[in-house]
Nanobody, 128 residues
Framework: VQLQASGGGLVQAGGSLRLSCVAS????????MGWFRQAPGKEREFVAG????????TYKDSVKGRFTISRDNEQSTVYLQMTNLRPEDTAVYYC??????????????????????WGQGTLVTVSS
């Protein structure tokens, strides 16, 4: 199983970036997907999550209205569109996959410990 994240970079405050995460070695529709981030000296935190078919999403409060998570199941890819970026959004961003089962297929966990697989991270730096 491999999750390959990309799309990070340096952007000025108010700018936009789109992160991508391509999954391989998994049946993508069996997984909820999440984006997490970790800023220097801080703990990893949940940013956004999406259920297996994209019908349901959830966000950290501070990114609501600025970030949008989406997925393309045919391409086994999850995206994080980030707009109106702020310096406090600076972090390494990680995508993660959580295996869902029939009993709770539409769930979207927000705790990192519930995710089964992780990507390598992509750095987002927002300058003021």
């Amino acid at each position: 199983v491999q999750l390959q994240a990309s799309g990070g970079g340096l952007v000025q405050a108010g700018g936009s970036l789109r992160l991508s995460c391509v999954a391989s070695g998994v049946t993508f529709t069996s997984y909820a997907m999440g984006w997490f981030r970790q800023a220097p000296g801080k703990e990893r935190e949940f940013v956004a999550g999406i259920n297996w078919n994209g019908a349901s999403t959830t966000y950290k409060d501070s990114v609501k209205g600025r970030f949008t998570i989406s997925r393309d199941n045919e391409q086994s890819t999850v995206y994080l569109q980030m707009t109106n970026l702020r310096p406090e959004d600076t972090a390494v961003y990680y995508c993660a996959a959580d295996r869902r089962y029939t009993s709770d297929k539409n769930g979207i966990p927000s705790r990192g410990s519930e995710y089964d697989y992780w990507g390598q991270g992509t750095l987002v730096t927002v300058s003021s």
